[in-house]
């Protein structure tokens, strides 16, 4: 799948031609969106999606055309919803994305659902954590060391989880292969599962995925069509999620946000554009055509 490398009509000098999606199922989704944006839900992944993957997590920040983009768009549509599995907190702060006129309504569902943040009250709600998160907690450490895993690989705290990156080691995917067995067996002692993605593997309860996140979210919304855009293993539910939404008559479009190191999501898109660059790019394309 892909996109086709025609556009839609645009005027010659538009910066940010609309590309055109190369399945029907996704180009039934924009034009559903394109002819009542009010009903539309825009979603998206943060890390590798909104933002650029860097070798440390706490550095990453949105593409600097992300936030006024959004901004510009959000007006237009029912809602923007940014799924994310960090902390919803952290990706408000690593987006900056409070207080930015035009966001008043926009969500950000962080722990891939768990928590809710409402840029309307600047709050964020969240379950009370999982006793097996702190149990791995304690354990991962030494199982680290045990495994040979070997320096630069990190541990991130990410609260409702716990996430292993290995991409800063001296062979990332040595390390990420290694890990896998160990942090599987830890996971299945404690009631935890294991969601591998770019050079990253995250412990994380049961029950928490991108998919139940964005099927509630359209759903709560009574959306009429959505969007989503991701770039990792972890949007693979988001994906799956859509697709029932089109079973149900809800029109959708999938977007990958394109990388070297994944390539299941472009596999299973109806539009791929080139990283987060890319995703500002499509966005901005949407903003002008529903400004007209």
């Given amino acids: 799948m892909g996109s086709h490398q025609?556009?839609?009509?645009?005027?010659?000098?538009?910066?940010?031609p609309l590309p055109v999606p190369?399945?029907?199922?996704?180009?039934?989704g924009l034009d559903a969106l394109l002819a009542r944006p009010g009903r539309a839900v825009i979603a998206l992944d943060f890390d590798g999606t909104l933002a650029p993957i860097v070798p440390d997590p706490d550095l990453a920040r949105a593409h600097p055309g992300a936030v006024p983009v959004l901004a510009a768009l959000a007006p237009h549509v029912a809602s923007v919803a940014i799924v994310t599995g960090r902390p919803a907190g952290t990706a408000v702060r690593h987006g900056g994305l409070a207080d930015v006129p035009g966001l008043d309504r926009l969500v950000v569902l962080g722990h891939y659902g768990a928590e809710r943040w409402d840029a309307a009250t600047g709050t964020v709600t969240a379950p009370p954590p999982h006793p097996g998160v702190e149990a791995a907690r304690a354990d991962l450490p030494g199982l680290l060391a045990g495994a040979g895993a070997g320096e630069g690989t990190r541990i991130e705290e990410k609260g409702y989880a716990l996430a292993v990156h290995t991409r800063r080691?001296?062979?990332?995917?040595?390390?990420?292969e290694a890990l896998r067995g160990p942090l599987a067996e830890l996971a299945r002692r404690h009631g935890l599962l294991v969601e591998p993605g770019r050079m990253v593997l995250e412990l994380r309860p049961p029950g928490m995925d991108k998919g139940v996140a964005l099927r509630d979210h359209v759903r709560a919304t009574g959306a009429g069509s959505v969007l989503y855009a991701g770039d990792d293993l972890g949007d693979l539910p988001a994906f799956a999620a859509v697709g029932a939404l089109r079973a149900e008559g809800v029109p959708g479009l999938l977007?990958?946000?394109?990388?070297?190191e994944v390539t299941a999501l472009t596999e299973r898109a109806d539009l791929t554009v080139d990283g987060p660059s890319g995703v500002v790019g499509l966005l901005r394309a949407l903003t002008a055509r529903l400004s007209r």
């Fill in 169 to 176: 080691a001296a062979d990332p995917q040595g390390a990420f």
């Fill in 22 to 28: 190369a399945t029907a199922a996704g180009r039934a």
């Fill in 255 to 260: 977007v990958a946000s394109a990388s070297a």
């Fill in 6 to 16: 025609d556009s839609t009509p645009e005027s010659p000098d538009s910066p940010d």
